[in-house]
């Protein structure tokens, strides 16, 4: 121990359950962030109102609910008392709720945000911190999103200075003495002590509640703690000592239902001490008419939050249910919706595969364009709560082209998506080009696209998924499946395999591809060895490998791990990308036509006619121009004629170009 420290300073692994002011520290590995996050409590005032020692309510015989006689637990320094509760005396100040309360009914539909899901899912967040209010968003002190019972923040890595905390708004002093999980960086934080403190007036535990936090905050003072005095103090309590005063140990009693409900794993993963911490009141009584049924209940406050127990609704186990407060809807309904703002240049991904900007902050503004899932935005610090929505001012771009608009705040995520392929932006031929995907939806399947800018990190498909007939493109996979499978061997190709590799894939030679597709093994190797790397779609053919089929989606797939490295070593990688780059110029329809001047192609185009008679034509590649990388695989089917099916590949190839270059 260092010089100048107490044993309660001092506190290393779980911080101590017990308060070293006016909160208590919270989770295994949580440090104080006073330091780094200076944020809480607006300070509002509030209005006394005087509520009885409540040290007489007990729950009522309800259940099968054993009484025990009244246990005390000791707290960690009992002659420390706490000093919390010590800020409320003399206060008056109340808060009526606002305005906005009418439009804080009930959850949104926004998910879970990506940066909070670990740690609600740890916390047992379904079940303790309810479903989502708001969406996550932006505000000066960091990433915030409010549930049910209680609201999460990841801070700001700077946080504002106490001038400027002191001019803003009630959401900016919400940290305080707070801690944090350091596991995720996460702080809870505590809305019991702002509603305290402001002396809020929404009732508690349901509609026509006497009770409000005016009340419960006149619970709270020093006065309202009380004596251990096992002959006095009632069965069915446990007594929870906090200090000592006039050589009594001092504190306060928990009812057994809700004692049993603390300490219970699923509820406190952490320790009551530290997931509740001690008790800031009695319980206290009150009745509320919930479908037009009188209700009676129990609330009680702790150090980090305020449960409810219904007695009159029993679980399946007869025994009377208990649940947190709705802090976050109290808060949110006390005070409005707190300030969404950023500065300018902060990045944000898109959640929805259905993300559309808008013209103005509202779902009636004039659509601009259809992002998909993982899309990436910039927030231009501009922000607006329309009807209990929150809406963003963003920018951004596809390909060369951009703009301005807004996107609804549910859609928006500050967690940036996996790096690579599987983290792409993924969007419909739409938002890429609305025309060039109207060309494609009225050939009404005929025709499939996948593209990968792999610069922007960016995917757009339409029908990209769907499987179609291989033509000579299935010379793509046997030629990567033959040369893993020589590589498996410990040994590179023979002259005679590099020459029909070449006269393959250069010269599209149909019996050097079977040759080496009988060597192979047939079209099991193919699928087991795309398989290996999590790419599917591709089925045989009876009739032979020409006519198996496979999805554009997955040679896109395929050339990007060839074009990544995954696949093969660095020499077999070589060899057939220079193949491909080096398609003879017959060959070289589709993409190889359309390619802008300078543009390096490794591609392969494949055509045939189906087992029905029609035309199937494609063309696939890697093209590299100006520093910049895009991926294209464009299938046709169903065409009278190769010359149509030629038409269709050199008008969507040539559009692409046209659009990423």
């Not at 792409?424 to 499939?448: F, H």
């Not at 610069?455 to 029908?463: K, L």
């Not at 591709?538 to 896109?556: C, H, Q, R």
Request: proline letters at 7%; glycine letters at 10%; a negative charge.
């Amino acid at each position: 121990m260092e010089a100048g420290e107490t044993p309660n300073e001092r506190r290393p692994g779980r911080l101590s359950p017990f308060p070293r002011g006016p909160w208590s520290a919270k989770r295994q590995g949580a440090t104080a962030t006073a330091s780094a996050v200076l944020l809480l409590l607006l300070s509002l005032v509030v209005t006394s109102s005087v509520w009885p020692a409540a040290s007489h309510l007990l729950p009522s015989a309800r259940g099968p609910i054993q009484r025990p006689t009244s246990t005390t637990v000791p707290p960690s320094h009992p002659t420390a008392v706490p000093t919390g509760p010590a800020q409320w005396v003399g206060d008056t100040r109340t808060t009526t709720p606002g305005a906005t309360a009418a439009a804080v009914v009930a959850p949104t539909n926004a998910p879970v945000d990506q940066a909070f899901r670990a740690y609600y899912t740890k916390h047992g967040g379904a079940a303790q911190f309810g479903a989502p209010v708001t969406p996550a968003f932006a505000a000066r002190d960091g990433w915030i999103q409010f549930f049910a019972t209680t609201a999460l923040l990841v801070p700001a890595r700077q946080a504002p200075s106490p001038a400027s905390a002191e001019n803003s708004d009630s959401l900016t002093k919400l940290i305080g003495e707070s801690v944090r999980d350091d596991a995720s960086g996460v702080v809870e934080l505590p809305l019991l002590h702002s509603l305290l403190t402001a002396g809020s007036q929404q009732p508690l535990g349901g509609t026509g509640g006497q009770i409000t936090y005016v009340d419960l905050r006149q619970a709270a003072l020093p006065s309202g703690r009380v004596s251990e005095n096992p002959a006095a103090n009632p069965a069915g309590m446990v007594f929870i000592a906090e200090g000592m005063e006039g050589g009594k140990s001092v504190g306060h009693q928990i009812p057994v239902v809700l004692w049993r409900f603390i300490t219970r794993a699923d509820v406190s993963p952490d320790g009551w001490q530290v997931d509740f911490g001690v008790p800031l009141t009695e319980a206290l009584s009150l009745t509320v008419t919930r479908d037009g049924t009188p209700h009676h209940e129990l609330v009680q406050a702790f150090w980090e939050t305020a449960l409810v127990t219904d007695l009159d609704a029993l679980d399946a186990n007869g025994v009377p249910t208990t649940q947190r407060l709705n802090l976050g809807l109290d808060y949110l309904q006390t005070f409005g919706y707190p300030t969404a703002t950023t500065p300018p240049g902060v990045a944000a991904w898109t959640l929805s595969a259905d993300a559309v900007v808008r013209g103005a902050p509202a779902a009636t503004g004039a659509p601009q364009v259809r992002l998909g899932r993982n899309w990436p935005t910039t927030l231009t610090g501009v922000a607006s709560w329309i009807a209990g929505a929150l809406w963003y001012q963003i920018t951004w771009q596809v390909a060369h082209r951009k703009g301005t608009g807004w996107l609804a705040a549910s859609v928006l995520t500050r967690t940036a998506p996996a790096k690579g392929l599987n983290g792409a932006g993924v969007a419909t031929l739409e938002t890429l080009s609305p025309d060039l995907a109207a060309y494609v939806t009225k050939l009404d399947g005929d025709a499939g696209v996948a593209i990968y800018d792999v610069t922007r990190n960016q995917w757009y498909s339409e029908d990209g998924d769907d499987a179609y007939v291989t033509g000579s493109s299935a010379k793509v996979p046997i030629m990567l499946a033959y040369l893993d499978w020589v590589e498996r061997q410990g040994r590179g190709v023979t002259d005679a395999e590099g020459w029909l590799l070449t006269t393959m894939i250069e010269n599209s030679n149909n019996d050097s591809a079977q040759t080496l597709f009988d060597t192979l093994g047939g079209d099991a190797p193919i699928i087991n060895f795309l398989a290996r790397y999590g790419l599917s779609g591709y089925s045989a053919n009876p009739n032979g490998w020409g006519w198996a089929t496979l999805p554009p989606s997955t040679m896109v797939r395929l050339l990007y791990l060839l074009y990544d490295g995954v696949i093969l070593n660095s020499h077999d990688r070589s060899l057939a990308i220079y193949l491909m780059k080096n398609v003879e110029s017959d060959q070289r329809f589709g993409l190889g036509d359309t390619a802008p001047p300078g543009a390096v192609v490794a591609m392969k185009d494949g055509w045939v006619p189906g087992p029905d008679g029609f035309w199937n034509a494609n063309s696939s590649g890697i093209i590299t121009v100006g520093g910049e990388t895009y991926i294209i695989s464009v299938y046709t089917t169903g065409q009278d004629d190769l010359n149509t099916s030629y038409g269709i590949l050199q008008y969507i190839c040539g559009s692409v170009v046209k659009l990423l270059t």
